[in-house]
């Protein structure tokens, strides 16, 4: 049988609007934005606890998310917390003086790793990159919007390779 290799585009809603308001959210104190990263201001020096939708059944899992600002404003350190999964992520928002653009770092403790590029796109925070895991990787678009009532909502797609 021969194989067929096709491309789907997934989409899946991670997040779903139910993230904190704003006047819940502890700032923390950090240093203020450089210029060359004041497109995360709507992230820098929060923290987001909200509900994020498990992939395979739908249920609601409690989920924590850490945007620090770092080394005198030229970082945005992330982090993010699942207990019920025992996820881990921490990765770096950062200026890249080569490609002129705001980007992104990040890696989990299952050894997944994202690289992307940070843009604004119809008004809200947008990363494009890659997510590769030990087997493949997929090119991912996250989106952060932020509502007037001070909620965050983060949608994720990707796109997929699968074989038959």
Not at 9 to 16: G, I, N, R, S
Not at 20 to 27: A, F, G, H, L, V
Not at 95 to 105: G, I, N, S, T
Not at 142 to 162: H, P, V
Request: proline letters at 4%; charged letters at 25%.
């Amino acid at each position: 049988m021969e194989k067929t290799l096709f491309i789907c585009c997934l989409v899946v809603l991670f997040a779903t609007p139910v993230f904190s308001q704003e006047k819940d959210i502890p700032r923390i104190d950090g240093p203020v934005l450089s210029d060359s990263l004041k497109i995360m201001e709507p992230l820098a020096n929060k923290n987001w606890i909200g509900e994020i939708k498990h992939l395979r059944d739908g249920r609601l899992l409690k989920i924590n998310r850490n945007f620090q600002v770092i080394w005198n404003g030229s970082i945005v350190k992330y982090s993010s917390y699942l207990p019920e999964m025992n996820s881990f992520i921490e990765g770096y928002y950062y200026w890249d003086w080569k490609a002129k653009q705001v980007e992104v770092f990040i890696i989990t403790n299952r050894g997944v790793l994202q690289k992307g590029a940070v843009s604004v796109e119809n008004g809200m925070l947008t990363v494009k990159g890659t997510i590769s895991f030990p087997e493949r990787s997929f090119e991912y678009k996250n989106t952060f919007e932020f509502t007037a009532d001070g909620k965050m909502i983060d949608r994720w797609s990707q796109t997929c390779l699968y074989g038959r």
